[in-house]
């Protein structure tokens, strides 16, 4: 699909009163998982509210994705506030939500075989889909975690000047070592949400 119809047919989406649902449904899924954070040591946390984001992306595309993104960021807020509401920090999420639906937007997810032995033979096999997921989940740690909540926790005055790039090496960090971990759970849990889907709407819906 060429990368301006990624958007029409996104938008699209947003006609059916099915895609409304489920993406309301997977929002909903995305602020309760906004209350499950792992944290292995008190400077690491391992949050799972992307993994309803990035279903969100791979269904319904990029314009979906990125009002998903929105509303998630609004009422995760409301349910948990941290801190005063910023909607410097909502652009983060909405362009989360945008770059799923540019990466993932129709895939078909990798089927991946943990058992022992099947794993690198799975892994070759869906190669493709594999490395969409894992570049999706890169560019998200890279540009939003990384670079656009650090300039907006800037501009809000929550960074000193003087500490800007050690905030953004300490990010580049922690998000290089959540990496390979948010993708081996990411890979699965697209792979249950579209079998789920196909199941339910038929083979043709995705």
Same mark, same amino acid.
């Given at each position: 699909?060429?990368?301006?119809? @990624?958007?029409? &047919?996104?938008? $699209? ?12 449904? @997977? ?5 309760? *998982?906004?209350? $499950? ?6 400077? *690491? ?5 992307? @993994? #309803? ?5 791979? /269904? ?7 009002? #998903? #993104? ?7 807020? $409301?349910? +948990? ?29 990798? +089927? ?10 799975? /892994? ?8 969409? %997921? ?9 540009? &939003?975690?990384?670079? @656009?909540?650090?300039? #907006?926790?800037?501009? *809000? ?27 081996? =759970? /990411? ?5 249950? =949400? ?10 043709? %819906?995705?």
């Amino acid at each position: 699909m060429a990368f301006f119809s @990624l958007f029409k &047919c996104s938008a $699209l989406e947003l006609k059916s009163v099915r895609s409304v649902a489920v993406t309301a449904l @997977l929002t909903a899924v995305s602020v309760v *998982l906004e209350f $499950l954070v792992i944290q292995p040591v008190p400077d *690491l946390k391992f949050g799972f509210s992307f @993994l #309803g984001l990035a279903a969100i992306g791979m /269904l319904y595309g990029p314009v979906v994705g990125a009002l #998903g #993104g929105v509303a998630i960021d609004v009422l995760g807020w $409301l349910v +948990k506030p941290t801190g005063s509401f910023s909607p410097i920090l909502t652009v983060a999420t909405l362009v989360e939500g945008l770059i799923y639906g540019i990466f993932l937007y129709r895939m078909s997810p990798a +089927k991946l075989d943990f058992t022992r032995g099947g794993f690198l033979k799975s /892994l070759k096999q869906n190669a493709v889909p594999a490395l969409k %997921t894992f570049f999706a989940r890169f560019t998200v740690n890279a540009v &939003c975690n990384v670079l @656009l909540n650090t300039v #907006g926790l800037f501009i *809000l005055g929550y960074i000193a000047a003087d500490r800007l790039w050690l905030s953004l090496l300490t990010r580049i960090g922690k998000n290089a070592i959540l990496l390979p971990f948010e993708v081996i =759970i /990411l890979i699965p849990v697209l792979y249950m =949400i579209h079998s789920a889907y196909r199941s339910v709407f038929g083979k043709k %819906t995705v």
